[in-house]
């Protein structure tokens, strides 16, 4: 049973040779685009930023990921804000090679949700 559903963005990094700098990120971000689990669905992608790490001699891409995320009934759980970093963790099972995530939302289901998201 999930109560509710937050509204969470983070940033990735994508880092590629030069060689395979612009393919590489394109099949990234239709990877990302397209993301959908039993808990987190990507609803955004954004490239922020490119450029070359002169230290690892790498390209890199810097995105805004922006997801919807389910948050399952916690007996525990007494604060609505709990349940935000509860998503936030959730995302990060994920993704656990992501940036900052933050929590901006959160929608309480007053009759809990069963299911998950369904892939397309």
């Known amino acids: 049973m999930f109560k509710g559903i937050v509204y ?10 030069k060689e395979t700098h612009e393919e590489e990120r394109e099949k990234y971000i239709t990877f990302l685009s397209s993301y959908i689990r039993k ?6 992608v954004t490239i922020k930023s490119t450029g070359f790490d ?22 525990v759980i007494t604060h609505l804000n709990d349940y935000r970093v ?3 963790t959730e995302f990060r ?4 090679h992501a940036g ?14 069963t299911e998950g998201f369904r892939p397309f």
């Open 8 to 17: 969470c963005e983070a940033s990735l990094y994508v880092y590629s040779s």
């Open 39 to 44: 808990t987190v669905k990507i609803t955004a």
């Open 54 to 75: 002169s230290i690892h001699q790498e390209q890199y891409t810097r995105l805004s990921v922006l997801a919807d995320v389910l948050v399952p009934y916690d007996p």
């Open 86 to 88: 509860s998503g936030c």
């Open 93 to 96: 099972k994920h993704f656990p």
């Open 100 to 113: 900052a995530i933050m929590a901006h939302s959160i929608d309480i289901y007053n009759a809990y949700r």
